[in-house]
């Protein structure tokens, strides 16, 4: 064999022939090859699940030997995190989990690799001061820091517990609102609510 595949693995036999009859031999062939995983490239879960990723592990011998890495740092075993040759399992996910993950296996043929990303979808969430004070007359605006994933779309404001439309008086977006020349019935409690 100029170069063995593990497609010449299987059984062999040999008959030779002369004038006073044949003989046979037979024997089998093992070829060992390096660990090969199969993963998809990308997995998306959501904050606070449970999740588990199963890959495909083929290598002969099979292997024994591996190591789990995140973010190109060496994994441990955690409470939150348990992992096998072929899984990791995460009891409650949380947006540090998020990253890539490689696993390599190794036997006596060499060694493989496994490779995939983690996204975590996590609900939106506003950082905004809790009181603003303005001047009655006066153009003012306040501008609210959001953050989720996938980016929120779907947004509803209130006030005073009554949904909010825009107005002449009024503008306001998923981030924002606006009001165009304040004044006394503007006061009160303002929220704002988003989904992903």
């Not at 439309?165 to 006394?184: A, M, Q, V, W």
Request: glycine share 8%; net charge negative; no cysteine.
């Amino acid at each position: 064999f100029s170069s063995l595949s593990t497609s010449n693995a299987g059984n062999y036999s040999v008959t030779a022939t002369n004038t006073a009859g044949s003989g046979s031999g037979e024997f089998s062939l093992v070829v060992f090859y390096a660990p090969v995983y199969t993963v998809n490239a990308s997995f998306t879960a959501v904050e606070g699940n449970m999740f588990r990723i199963d890959l495909v592990l083929d290598g002969n011998p099979v292997p024994v030997d591996f190591t789990w890495s995140f973010n190109g740092v060496e994994l441990l075993t955690s409470s939150e995190i348990t992992f096998g040759i072929d899984f990791i399992q995460f009891s409650s996910l949380s947006t540090s989990n998020a990253g890539n993950y490689s696993v390599t296996a190794t036997n006596t043929a060499g060694s493989g690799s496994g490779e995939f990303s983690l996204v975590i979808f996590y609900a939106p969430m506003y950082t905004v001061n809790a009181s603003f004070t303005a001047v009655e007359g006066n153009m003012y605006r306040i501008d609210l820091v959001l953050d989720g994933n996938p980016l929120p779309v779907d947004f509803t404001w209130s006030f005073n517990e009554v949904e909010l439309l825009t107005s002449s008086e009024i503008t306001f977006g998923i981030d924002f609102i606006e009001f165009s020349s304040l004044s006394t019935s503007n006061a009160g409690n303002y929220s704002v609510t988003a989904t992903n």
